[in-house]
């Protein structure tokens, strides 16, 4: 303790000096579970802590390591209980079954009514926790079938809502290839209690029994603070003189707000509001995690019972449809997750606990289904973290896991889609609201698509398939309700375009064993009822687009030759292809979008070219002419057009100085050919170059040259600038996933809003056609965490702020504050 003491005042002082980083080492703890075992525990050792920091499929940035780290303080007590994980399928069981085995049916048990574990333990009725649900047999169908399942689950069994043991289902009739699996039956929720405020609080919020304040907090956040001026350096120090001035209001402008009293620990969201209006603030300390209760006017009502562990990265508390909160913490030697439910009295109850830490957003569906990825973390710092699982727990807490390369995707009404692979073997389940579960096998090595879904709700997955001759082929899987069919077109499968009632694939064939960018390419129109593919295209594409008449629009690439003319593939309706010859040749650059479309509103494409320097945008027609020709101002540079949620048309220019370097930003409206102001700046360091908004607005989002902080300019699809550049010092990050920022977040009338949290300008910001509106005040403290807000119905915002007081603990404020008027 004494020791962990000193390095946080070292810490501090380094970054008081300008010093960058500080490091220091931490004693180890080792953790190990055969592979084949279904459960394993896991307890917190005294003797050490591991790597604070997670590795994703994409390695994070430096700024998400750094910001990790904070997030996982160090304990000054060690933890003493175990944790066992009851939801862990055999991983070797779950995905090396042979695809000639015949698959079964089979009825998942149910809960038991008394919430005993499969152990025969009972939960403790005082301490509002239960032991978390052994999962089911291995998930892993027991058999393969590349043919369409046509047997549909049974209806009128494991009722949710039903809160009387139901009796046990006959196993469904099934085909070969389909497994119909249903989750125990979850008991009816207790209605939501709207909570009002009790008491008063005083200015000192500090209770016994609230979260201990970790003494190591001052190292961790000193380490995230370190990270602003290494991502600093990167934005490269540039000027031009297109410069358009930002347009902040001054302090004086902020409207009355009102603040909740201190609440102990750091905040790493900003509050969670419940359909009731009730508000839900999470803060971890030391080794613990509580809930404040608070009103809608940010008074606290009560707090819960402390939750163990500490915030895990990424997993951030969400609300349940049936107005529980979910929170996941990790152990501080972070071996185990721990999810907990907490109501609006503040009761938690213990829902699972699981191996590994959590490193992805989480995922709740329609009917309360949770879903989020794991990994172990190594003592060793030297060792990167291991792929684990993929979890679902389901409204009533019964878990499943899964491999970890597995992608999901969910329908309104909670069904859930999942693509699983592992060492060439893949599988297809589809999980309905009622959790009856239908599983097909993918050909082995096929290397499937994620699942896509179209507007509809139906789902499919492409499968390439290379044949024992070199037959190279696409399988589509189709699931629309109870129906589930495959389709073979020729190719393996590239790049897709979503619609309405579909998609867009690219196919390709190419010689020989090895890849080399030559060959055919295919491209077809996917509904659930159809399929059409185009004529052999003879080449390789660089991506497609597709027109609101489903005209396709494909550039042609030629690896052997550079300064070939650009040739664009026109695929009409009817899978005819014409060639339209453009001079210079192919500029392909893509731009990060956050809330676009795939697909235009016009029938039109967009392909843009380059000759002797000057760049150039060719809009075709659906009859493969050049409608016209769009020439870039001189210095620009474009790349490949995007959309935005309503389908217009954009290009995203940059200017460049004459050594290369950027010097600034602007958009092009191509529905008009107009452009907004340049802004000057490079890309913000990994967050989208464009942000849409939930009413249609984009956001250009810029880094400012040689600082770490941030312009934003609004537009419309007329290319009009409705909110002018709006400068803001060292903006408040949220990492919704490793190597991910955002930046703004929406209010309910679609308001876009970011938080400055430097000492000169520390608030909330609405971005007005008037410019940065400051609507609220904050506390800045260099050690803190200024988080980004969150919005009720009505507009309300809500943002959590932690700093360090006069004591040398941290604590958390709420500020309640309004739209800007």
């Not at 829902?351 to 329609?366: E, H, M, W, Y």
């Not at 979890?391 to 009533?396: C, F, G, K, P, V």
């Not at 593919?533 to 052997?560: E, H, K, M």
């Amino acid at each position: 303790m004494v020791w962990e003491k000193h390095v946080g005042q070292v810490g501090a002082l380094a970054v008081a000096l300008g010093i960058g980083s500080a490091a220091v080492a931490m004693p180890g703890a080792a953790w190990a579970q055969t592979e084949g075992s279904s459960s394993a525990s896991a307890s917190d050792s005294p003797s050490g802590s591991s790597r604070g920091d997670t590795k994703s499929a994409e390695k994070p940035s430096r700024s998400t390591k750094s910001r990790d780290a904070a997030r996982t303080p160090s304990s000054t007590a060690a933890d003493s209980d175990s944790s066992t994980d009851s939801s862990t399928d055999d991983p070797e069981s779950d995905d090396n079954a042979a695809e000639s085995q015949t698959e079964t049916s089979t009825s998942d048990t149910e809960e038991p009514t008394d919430r005993r574990s499969s152990s025969g333990k009972r939960a403790t009725a005082d301490s509002g926790e239960t032991e978390p649900a052994v999962p089911d047999a291995d998930d892993s169908p027991s058999g393969a079938s590349d043919a369409g399942d046509t047997a549909t689950p049974p209806t009128g069994q494991g009722d949710s809502s039903t809160e009387a043991r139901a009796p046990l289902a006959e196993p469904p009739a099934t085909d070969a290839g389909d497994v119909a699996q249903e989750e125990p039956a979850s008991p009816t929720p207790a209605p939501t209690t709207v909570m009002t405020s009790l008491f008063a609080p005083g200015a000192d919020a500090s209770a016994s029994d609230g979260p201990e304040v970790p003494g190591a907090s001052p190292l961790l956040l000193t380490l995230l603070a370190s990270i602003w001026r290494p991502l600093g350096e990167r934005i490269a120090e540039t000027n031009t003189p297109a410069t358009v001035s930002s347009a902040v209001q001054s302090a004086g402008d902020v409207q009355a707000s009102a603040t909740s009293s201190p609440i102990p620990g750091t905040a790493y969201q900003s509050p969670v509001i419940g359909s009731d209006g009730t508000l839900y603030q999470v803060t971890s300390g030391g080794s613990t995690t509580q809930v404040t209760i608070l009103d809608s006017d940010g008074q606290v009502v009560t707090t819960s019972d402390p939750i163990r562990g500490v915030a895990a990265p990424y997993a951030h508390a969400a609300m349940r449809p049936d107005g529980t909160l979910i929170v996941v913490t990790t152990t501080n030697r972070r071996t185990n997750t721990i999810v907990s439910a907490v109501d609006s009295d503040g009761t938690v109850r213990r829902v699972a606990t699981l191996i590994g830490v959590t490193d992805s957003p989480l995922t709740i569906g329609a009917n309360g289904a949770l879903y989020f990825r794991t990994r172990i973390v190594p003592f060793s710092p030297l060792a990167d973290p291991i792929d684990f699982r993929v979890y679902r727990i389901s409204e009533n807490g019964f878990a499943r896991s899964y491999s970890y390369d597995t992608d999901f995707e969910l329908t309104p009404d909670g069904t859930a889609h999942l693509v699983s692979s592992r060492l060439g073997f893949s599988t297809l389940r589809t999980i309905d609201s009622n959790g009856w579960t239908r599983s097909t096998f993918l050909p082995f090595g096929s290397d499937p698509s994620a699942p896509l879904l179209d507007q509809d709700g139906t789902a499919y997955v492409t499968a390439g398939v290379t044949g024992f001759f070199g037959a190279q082929s696409t399988r589509v899987y189709t699931v629309d309700g109870a129906s589930r069919t495959v389709r073979s077109i020729a190719g393996l499968p590239g790049d897709t375009v979503m619609t309405a009632d579909g998609f867009g694939l690219e196919t390709f064939t190419f010689d020989g064993d090895t890849d080399e960018g030559t060959g055919t390419t295919y491209i077809s129109r996917i509904t659930a009822d159809s399929i059409a593919t185009s004529g052999a295209i003879d080449g390789r594409i660089a991506g497609f687009q597709l027109g609101l008449d489903g005209t396709a629009y494909a550039p042609i690439v030629d690896p052997a030759l550079d300064d070939a003319p650009v040739a664009v593939a026109v695929v009409d309706s009817d899978g005819n292809v014409t060639i339209v010859t453009l001079p210079g040749t192919l500029v392909v650059r893509d731009r990060s979008v956050r809330g676009g479309s795939s697909q235009s509103a016009e029938d039109l494409g967009y392909v843009n070219y380059a000759v002797n320097g000057t760049e150039y945008v060719a809009v075709l027609g659906p009859d493969a002419t050049v409608v016209r020709t769009v020439e870039l101002p001189e210095g620009a540079t474009g790349g490949t057009v995007f959309f935005g949620p309503d389908g217009a048309a954009y290009e995203m220019v940059e200017y460049r100085d004459p050594s290369g370097k950027y010097l600034s930003r602007q958009i092009l409206a191509l529905s008009t050919d107009t452009y907004t102001s340049i802004v000057p700046g490079v890309a913000f360091p990994s967050a989208a170059d464009v942000v849409f908004g939930p009413n249609g607005t984009g956001y250009l989002v810029v880094g400012t040259p040689a600082a770490y902080d941030i312009d934003v300019l609004g537009f419309n699809a007329a290319g009009d600038t409705v909110v002018p550049p709006s400068g803001v010092a060292s903006p408040a990050l949220f990492y919704p996933s490793p190597g991910d920022i955002e930046v703004l977040t929406f209010g309910a009338d679609g308001t876009a809003y970011l938080v400055d949290r430097s000492s000169a300008g520390s608030g909330v910001y609405a971005l007005t056609p008037a410019g940065a509106q400051k609507v609220a005040d904050l506390e800045q403290s260099q050690l803190g965490v200024t988080n980004l807000p969150t919005f009720s119905a009505d507009g309300t915002g809500y943002v959590a702020n932690t700093v360090r007081n006069s004591d040398n603990a941290f604590v958390t404020t709420v500020t309640v504050f309004s739209p800007p008027a």
